[in-house]
Nanobody
Framework: QVQLVESGGGLVQPGGSLRLSCAAS????????MGWYRQAPGKQRELVAT???????NYADSVKGRFTISRDNTKNTVDLQMNSLKPEDTAVYFC??????????????WGQGTQVTVSS
């Protein structure tokens, strides 16, 4: 079993920055992709950014150039640096680990979510 604990959410003014962190514990296997998703009220959960174990990244178009995802394989952590935040970035942000136990089959693990509110 995998447990994910997020931290770093909060209230920030438009144009400000926040850094989200997620620590994974439990049975972490090497073939995994770590990432962040978000869900705004009344909307579906959407991908924000992912990062593979080797470092390759993928970003939603809406956050490219503003958000940066990084991971530490020795500590099993994944961070999301969010700059130039906009009100439309307001959402609950969820940490995710996708374990490819037999590619392309996978299992998803989720954190409990952390609220990010961008407002003046």
């Amino acid at each position: 079993q995998v447990q994910l604990v997020e931290s770093g959410g909060g209230l920030v003014q438009p144009g400000g920055s926040l850094r989200l962190s997620c620590a994974a514990s439990g049975s972490i296997f090497s073939e995994n992709v770590m990432g962040w998703y978000r869900q705004a009220p009344g909307k579906q959960r959407e991908l924000v950014a992912t990062i593979a174990r080797g470092g390759s990244t993928n970003y939603a178009d809406s956050v490219k150039g503003r958000f940066t995802i990084s991971r530490d394989n020795t500590k099993n952590t994944v961070d999301l640096q969010m700059n130039s935040l906009k009100p439309e970035d307001t959402a609950v942000y969820f940490c995710n680990v996708r374990w490819y136990y037999r590619f392309p089959n996978y299992r998803d693990y989720w954190g409990q979510g952390t609220q990010v509110t961008v407002s003046s």
